[in-house]
């Protein structure tokens, strides 16, 4: 909507104060909220020009206490109703504007969106293609119960679900049955699959914001593993929809009096969450990916392009598995995507080629290993970034993989290239592996730095110096 639509909706919708939403550095949505009576419907005066200000040195990854002023500058193409309020509000999408910056209207350097926006003109000016598309799976759980705490004395958490096959003996009077046993989540009717409705109600709160729902389902774990679907779109675009896909998914549980988490491994000994990333080029209207004569009928630019994913995949991993959980879902021996090698159909690849039609354009690479922990911003502008280092580099992929790779012997699988396994080896490979992403300023060196002290700092070392509960278990008899 232009400013003036905007204005026009909301007084036609009884619109009573506007929402305005951005993304730290992490991932997080964050907002705050002005009267309607502060918008005008001049795009060339009051919020659209000058933003509204807010103190930079609150938010994780931004600004010093001595240059906290900063403003949000509304995108009105982004306006929708807010679909998780009571009081009509409407939400809108910003961009995070610096007073002092030196790049046009402001924008800042730390503002996840802008790095994307970025990485969009770059892609423009390599003359390689005029747009990519994103089609990010995203997979969350939904519970009834979480409790947790840490403290100097004691560490746990507790997670509970009705659904949850340990459950089966609990007195529920009646307990009804029909728990979900351990990955086999994947696709029972109810009443097994006790979300359905739910999910429902998700994807319907989704389709009013824009979204374009493809499917829902649950999803292979026990305790209420769930996966929406939506339409692919130009990165930025689809990046803002994951940010608006995680903020209902999370409302309408709430709203049931449940809680959802997209945290990558809550449960011990079950599938975890991951967000399988289809991307595609194309320019003047034609995908770039496909050749009928092609391995998968993929085109050699297509493979270049994997061969950049696979080159980066170890650095990549800092922005698309971006947590210390993330390394509890990528662990190699059980069926996740850790081998860095490239497949058709095979889901135990690193970069797998979807063949489920031939149709030119629906090829497309699914790159697997990332989870929905991870800011989409920074990892869908990273996954480009690699890609197209593959492409001006004419990176060779290897022959690809078409045996299940978590079936190999230990010296063939000895032989792979895999993601990393914690985090910190993951933000080393980022440190050993960057100029990729530095190319055209995308990602600047500012960003790095921050990410990797922020990650550091806030994330591994408080949980590498707390005693864990299973140490206990392990040597407290020592």
Not at 227 to 252: C, G, H, P, W
Not at 400 to 410: A, C
Request: proline share 8%.
């Amino acid at each position: 909507m232009t400013p003036a639509q905007i204005l026009k909706f909301c007084l036609d919708n009884g619109i009573k104060v506007v929402d305005l939403k951005f993304t730290d550095l992490p991932g997080t949505w964050q907002h705050f909220t002005i009267p309607v009576e502060e918008v005008s419907d001049d795009p060339k005066k009051g919020i659209w020009v000058d933003g509204s200000g807010f103190d930079g040195s609150s938010i994780r990854g931004f600004q010093q206490i001595q240059e906290s002023d900063m403003n949000l500058i509304p995108d009105p193409a982004t306006a929708v109703r807010d679909p998780a309020l009571e009081i009509p509000t409407l939400s809108i999408v910003c961009d995070v504007n610096d007073p002092r910056s030196p790049a046009p209207r402001g924008a800042y350097s730390r503002d996840p969106r802008y790095v994307a926006k970025k990485a969009e003109a770059y892609l423009t000016s390599t003359g390689i293609a005029d747009v990519s598309y994103w089609g990010p799976e995203l997979e969350f759980f939904v519970f009834e119960d979480v409790r947790f705490d840490s403290g100097v004395q004691q560490a746990y958490y507790f997670i509970d679900s009705d659904e949850g096959i340990w459950n089966s003996g609990r007195e529920e009077f009646p307990n009804t049955a029909y728990k979900l046993r351990h990955k086999e989540g994947y696709f029972p009717v109810p009443p097994h699959d006790t979300f359905q409705d739910i999910r429902s109600e998700m994807i319907l709160r989704m389709m009013e914001c824009g979204l374009e729902i493809e499917k829902h389902h649950h999803e292979v774990a026990t305790a209420g593993q769930a996966e929406i679907d939506f339409r692919y779109d130009s990165l930025v675009k689809t990046a803002d929809r994951v940010m608006m896909y995680k903020y209902i998914v999370k409302n309408v549980a709430r709203k049931h009096g449940k809680v959802a988490t997209f945290m990558p491994k809550p449960l011990f000994g079950d599938n975890g969450s991951g967000m399988h990333v289809h991307q595609s080029l194309w320019k003047k209207g034609k995908p770039l990916f496909f050749d009928e004569k092609g391995y998968a009928l993929t085109s050699q630019l297509c493979r270049w392009y994997i061969g950049g994913l696979l080159k980066h995949g170890r650095a990549l991993m800092a922005f698309c598995a971006p947590t210390t959980n993330s390394y509890k879902r990528l662990v190699p021996g059980y069926e996740a995507p850790v081998n860095l090698v490239y497949s058709a159909r095979n889901r135990s690849a690193a970069a797998r080629i979807p063949v489920y039609t031939a149709q030119p354009k629906a090829k497309r690479i699914e790159f697997r290993p990332p989870d929905p922990t991870c800011n989409p911003y920074l990892a869908f502008s990273a996954l480009l970034m690699a890609g197209l280092d593959g492409i001006e580099n004419q990176i060779d992929p290897g022959a690809p993989m078409d045996k299940n790779t978590y079936e190999l012997s230990p010296r063939e699988a000895a032989r792979l290239k895999t993601v990393p396994g914690s985090l910190e080896e993951a933000l080393r490979a980022l440190e050993q592996d960057h100029d990729f992403l530095l190319k055209g300023g995308v990602f600047t060196q500012d960003v790095l730095d921050v990410w990797l002290e922020y990650k550091r700092e806030a994330e591994i070392d408080p949980v590498r110096l707390r005693p864990h509960p299973w140490e206990f278990y392990l040597y407290f008899d020592a």
